[in-house]
């Protein structure tokens, strides 16, 4: 079946720090790959998203890119902010079934 | 434009008691989710609805959960017995029908608490 294994947190780190949370998954075929954020008290948003293999995700300054070889996705942020303080999760899904399979979430915290 | 919205954010039942969740998903969403997030773990679909039918319900635990949608707006979603591994936040989401599952817009869930 499909799973997504993220590393496990608390990731701790200062304000403007680099920051990556990795991400391998397990699929049959070629699934799109997703990162969510869940802030502290609000519901889970989408972050970014790949498509296809190659492809990179970007958005709020994150980024993670599609990496069919290692079956990757792994976030990045090169400058963490304070409110960047939260849970991400990476998610897979197949176009058949249309069913997200989510990782287990990794809490970031920023201190000042 | 208004978000997903659920209630109550948090209720604590004893084992064997029944409780319900409801969910208000966004104006003219046709697809309702909704999803079981036990801590440490990320959410896993329980349910998922086209306006008020049911597309899948494989991981539901039928012998204890039910959801219906009535009139294809609302949902409620109830566990009755309640077992304390039933602890967890249940998220509902929603989004339009030609959208997949990613795209959709996510309640700020209910924590439920079994004790």
């Known amino acids: 079946g499909n799973s997504v294994t993220q590393m496990e947190g608390p990731v701790t780190l200062s304000e403007e720090a680099f920051l990556t949370i990795n991400c391998t998954y397990t699929?049959?075929?070629?699934?799109?790959l997703f990162w969510y954020v869940q802030y502290p008290g609000e519901g889970l948003q989408l972050l970014l998203k790949a498509t296809k293999a190659d492809d990179k995700g970007s958005n709020k300054g994150f980024e993670a890119t599609y990496r069919k070889e290692t079956t990757s996705f792994h976030l990045e942020k090169g400058s963490v902010q304070v409110s960047d303080s939260a849970v991400y999760f990476c998610?897979?899904?197949?176009?058949?079934?249309?069913?997200?399979?989510f990782g287990g979430g990794t809490r970031v915290l920023v201190k000042p | 434009e208004a978000g997903v919205a659920q209630s109550p954010r948090y209720k604590i039942i004893e084992k064997r008691q029944s409780v319900a969740f409801w969910c208000n998903p966004i104006s003219g969403h046709a697809t309702l989710y909704w999803y079981q997030q036990i801590l440490g773990q990320g959410p896993k679909l329980l349910i998922q609805f086209q306006n008020n039918g049911v597309v899948d319900d494989s991981q539901l635990p039928k012998d204890r959960f039910s959801a219906e949608r009535l009139k294809g707006v609302d949902s409620t979603l109830k566990i009755q017995p309640a077992k304390l591994e039933d602890s967890a936040v249940y998220l509902c989401?929603?989004?339009?029908?030609?959208?997949?599952?990613?795209?959709?817009?996510f309640g700020q869930g209910t924590r439920l608490t079994v004790v």
């Open positions: 989401a929603s989004s339009p029908a030609d959208r997949d599952s990613a795209e959709a817009f």
């Open positions: 699929a049959t075929g070629y699934p799109s």
């Open positions: 998610a897979l899904l197949k176009a058949a079934g249309n069913k997200l399979t």
